[in-house]
């Protein structure tokens, strides 16, 4: 029987749960058995021919992007279906075409069912005999013509020696990262060490004073959006796509909202590997800030209009950007036009699509970038 051809017919069946591998062979339920390593009449327009494991791990896993599928087949260093080669085989093996060019005919040997062997135990002779399907065997005889079969390949000591191959550079790898991970967790414990102190140099102190300092917003970093629908992101929208990396409209959020509009929201950083992070208040009524609250100003999104500024706490844009961080979110396909004021002043253009919103996250992971580059900046 031909590999390839079981192999179509057990997925057009829906039966590919009854292929299992015991060791370095596939068992097709209990019909037939074939080694892993086997080529197939399947070649691919390299030339070469696809093994068993290879179509195996393709149709269990073809609904995986290419990239990710490859990726994946790498690891486990099982050789991949290469793109060309992707469409053609997975038509041919779920039937919707019954033949291919890439199909070249083996002579295959005759492979045996594999017969389960259903043991009586209520037959049980002398000894260590017992009943089988094809009569009376010896226990003992059996198992000396197994071992006689064997090819043994490596013993426990050959399987952990892998010639060739250094690993030093996956160790490298790995200690960089912890280094650089407990940098970053030094930079945000640094963070809020200052903003404590910030707030102990206010002259908070113990008993009734500490509730204060417990309150929302003492001592956390502030974030300004526009309080208007004609931008981007707004107190509603800000906290999905700071959070999850997903852009909600404005409009669309407005609708989910239960209540009020919210005061403050807090966000942070839930896409990162860093175990400590840094809470940010996102607020959109600067007139309601005081004095005090404006030295936790970090961040503002702007609108793109000069009146956004009126009645701020500095001489003009030039010092708010230099003291705060500044974001203008637009659409990629806007004209250039909407962004010609904004390009004046020093503030970061972030630019998503009006649909594509798996492309939301980068945007959201700059936003961040920019955001916590400038937090360590403030803190040195």
């Given at each position: 029987m031909d590999p390839l051809t079981l192999l179509r017919e057990y997925t057009i069946r829906n039966a590919l749960d009854k292929i299992v591998r015991v060791n370095d062979d596939?068992?097709?339920?209990?019909?037939?058995?074939?080694?892993?390593?086997?080529?197939?009449?399947?070649?691919?327009?390299?030339?070469?021919?696809?093994?068993?494991?290879?179509?195996?791990?393709?149709?269990?896993n073809y609904h995986l992007k290419h990239v990710d599928y490859m990726q994946n087949a790498r690891a486990i260093r099982i050789p991949p279906v290469t793109l060309p080669d992707r469409k053609a085989l997975l038509d041919y093996l779920t039937g919707k075409i019954k033949s291919s060019d890439s199909i070249l005919p083996l002579d295959f040997p005759n492979i045996p069912h594999v017969a389960p062997v259903n043991v009586d135990r209520n037959l049980e002779l002398d000894g260590n005999e017992?009943?089988?399907?094809?009569?009376?065997?010896?226990?003992?005889?059996?198992?000396?013509?197994?071992?006689?079969r064997e090819k043994p390949i490596k013993d426990r000591q050959g399987m952990l020696v892998s010639k060739g191959r250094d690993f030093y550079s996956v160790l490298t790898s790995a200690m960089k990262r912890d280094e650089?991970?407990?940098?970053?967790e030094g930079l945000q414990r640094k963070d809020n060490i200052v903003a404590k102190n910030r707030i102990e140099s206010r002259g908070l102190g113990l008993g009734e004073e500490t509730t204060k300092m417990r309150k929302i917003g003492e001592g956390v970093p502030i974030i300004l959006v526009p309080s208007a629908f004609s931008t981007l992101i707004t107190i509603y929208n800000v906290k999905e796509f700071l959070e999850d990396g997903v852009f909600i409209p404005t409009d669309v959020k407005?609708?989910?909202?239960?209540?009020?509009?919210?005061?403050?929201?807090?966000?942070?950083?839930?896409?990162?590997?860093?175990?400590?992070?840094?809470?940010?208040?996102?607020?959109d009524k600067p007139s309601a800030l005081k004095s005090e609250d404006w030295d936790r100003v970090v961040a503002v999104f702007v609108l793109?209009?000069?009146?956004?500024?009126?009645d701020w706490p500095f001489k003009d844009h030039v010092e708010i950007f230099n003291k705060i961080l500044g974001f203008y979110m637009r659409f990629e396909d806007d004209s250039v036009e909407?962004?010609?004021?904004?390009?004046?002043?020093?503030?970061?253009?972030?630019?998503?699509?009006?649909?594509k919103r798996h492309q939301d996250r980068a945007a959201a992971l700059e936003v961040w970038d920019k955001l916590e580059e400038f937090m360590r900046s403030r803190s040195r």
């Open positions: 596939y068992r097709f339920g209990t019909d037939y058995s074939f080694p892993a390593a086997i080529e197939t009449a399947y070649r691919s327009k390299h030339g070469s021919r696809y093994t068993l494991e290879t179509l195996i791990y393709f149709i269990t017992f009943a089988t399907l094809d009569g009376l065997v010896n226990e003992k005889n059996s198992i000396e013509l197994i071992r006689a650089e991970r407990q940098r970053m407005v609708k989910q909202v239960k209540g009020g509009k919210p005061d403050c929201v807090t966000v942070q950083k839930k896409f990162s590997r860093d175990r400590v992070v840094t809470a940010y208040e996102v607020r793109g209009k000069e009146w956004q500024f009126k909407s962004a010609k004021t904004v390009k004046q002043w020093n503030v970061k253009i972030i630019s998503i699509s009006k649909n």
